[in-house]
């Protein structure tokens, strides 16, 4: 009999036990045959921090047999994302940090049935993203083939959100990069995309809600991709050339959404 789960997803929590509560709760709707569970927490280590978090993981009853928790010392959440990533034994990872939830509560069945079909070292499928004006959008579809022609340059790519990998390949890879501060889950989507080709999902992966690091310090996001893209795919000549300018493109867009609605100019 095969005790290997076929997925572990993993949860990174930090001073956050609603946020936590409520991806548990989105989990516990879906297919949890054969998955396993690793919440990793950077919580406060105060009598009132830990009984927030244990009492947000015991009230909510995971119906499977694979599950770890651990806390760890608060380092930033690459490094804490990466634990999760070595103490996890599944064939594939997906990270439903605390405050996401998956789109709906046929999302793990049906990744299980394409995965299972194509074999895929990794996939990806869109996600829905409450923006800070309560607009939820979903990701617009995307020609992979032809991002990959320009270097990923033109902002479209899959937040880990809306990606599952296999463990190896990860581990191949050697986990996040910390020395990117918000860029690290992306810098991993390139080195994939250098390994292989990934399975494209039909269907919506998950929700958040924009507002993290790299929406809050969208500048640094920037210059943190364009490193990225310079040291992973190494471009050189016409297609080094490229990426500067539709990164120049992109910037510029999105400086004019971003500033311009911090000012209230934009409507």
Known sequence: MNTTPWLTVITVVKDDHQGLLTSLRSLQLQDLEGVEHVVIDSTGRSMNDA????????????????????????????PAMNRGLQLATGK???????????????????TRQELFVTKAAWAFGAVEIQEATGVSVITPKWDYQAEKRTGFSNGFFPPHQGTFAQRSSMLNLGGFDISYRVAADYAMFLRLALESDPCKLSFPIARFSEGGTSTRDWKLSFREFHSARRSILHLTGMNSLRERMNTSTHYGKVWIVREMLRRGKYK
């Open 51 to 78: 009984a927030l978090l244990h009492s947000a993981i015991a009230e909510v009853d995971l119906a499977t047999r694979f599950q770890t928790y651990e806390w760890i010392e608060p380092s930033g959440i690459y």
């Open 92 to 110: 594939y990872i997906y990270f439903l940090n605390a405050g996401d939830t998956f789109f709906d509560a046929s999302v793990l069945a049906s």
